[in-house]
């Protein structure tokens, strides 16, 4: 009987791309939820150099960081793969799936945080990053294709957690209007039963986000923008 068991937090996104993962592949785990401002010995143990989740542990090795622990989930279960087998295909959807991580959730999460002038420099340049997603997903329904594959579970982050932040605090960075594909896209995936199942509520996320880890200005800043925009609507 195989062990495996995922330290992670319902609001993380990267802790639910390996969820995503694990179930679009029918395994069986135990979730561990961590407490992030209060993390434990084991999360500690085994991730001591990030110490941060999402952490698989399968039958007692740790496998750390999420977009790796994907590849692993991928090759060590066959069935319904993430990534495409042609060499080409994969090199491509890890070309895609980085570019995602490295520069679309930075440039993104600044947008949140911004205000005035900045807030709209910050757009710009998302909007640079967005085309080019815009563009790729040309001619397909999910970047992976008819299905969903590595590079959608890794933009996650971009089909719920940045619409539903976008959303709460009155932003405008990615609209339908804007990115008709890429909204039809985030759309798709949101609709599919086993990424419905893998995330946490709209309302908790906005309420509760960025979870305890983050400094306490932060939170009281998202807060306060809140409030803001709910008294400007
Ligand atoms: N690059 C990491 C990022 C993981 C990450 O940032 N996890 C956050 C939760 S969303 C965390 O555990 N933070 C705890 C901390 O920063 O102390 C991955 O892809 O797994």
Known sequence: MEEV???GHPLSPFSCR?????????????????????????????????KKVPVLLHNGK?????VLILEYIDETWK?????????????MARFWAKFVEE?????????IWSTGEQYEK????????????????????????DRIGLVDIVANFIAFWFRALQEAVGLDVLTKD???????????????????????P?????????????GEHLVAYFKSRLASSATTK
Request: charged share 30%.
């Open 62 to 66: 740790p496998i750390l960081e999420s």
């Open 18 to 50: 390996v969820e995503i993962a694990l179930k679009l592949k029918g395994i069986q785990y135990d979730f561990l939820l961590e407490d992030l401002s209060n993390k434990s010995p084991l999360l500690l143990q085994y991730n001591p150099v990030y």
């Open 178 to 200: 804007n990115f008709p594909k890429l909204w039809e896209w985030a759309e798709d995936y949101m609709n599919c039963s086993v990424i419905k199942e893998s995330l946490p």
């Open 122 to 145: 910050d757009k710009a340049e998302a909007g640079e990053l967005l085309k080019l997603l815009e563009n790729e997903l040309k001619g397909k329904k999910f970047f992976g294709g």
């Open 79 to 91: 069935t319904n793969p993430i990534l495409p087998d042609d060499p080409y295909e994969k090199a």
């Open 5 to 7: 068991k995922l330290f």
């Open 202 to 214: 709209k309302d908790k996320l906005v309420a509760d986000f960025p979870p305890p880890y983050m």
């Open 103 to 111: 520069k679309c959730l930075a440039a993104l999460s600044k947008t």
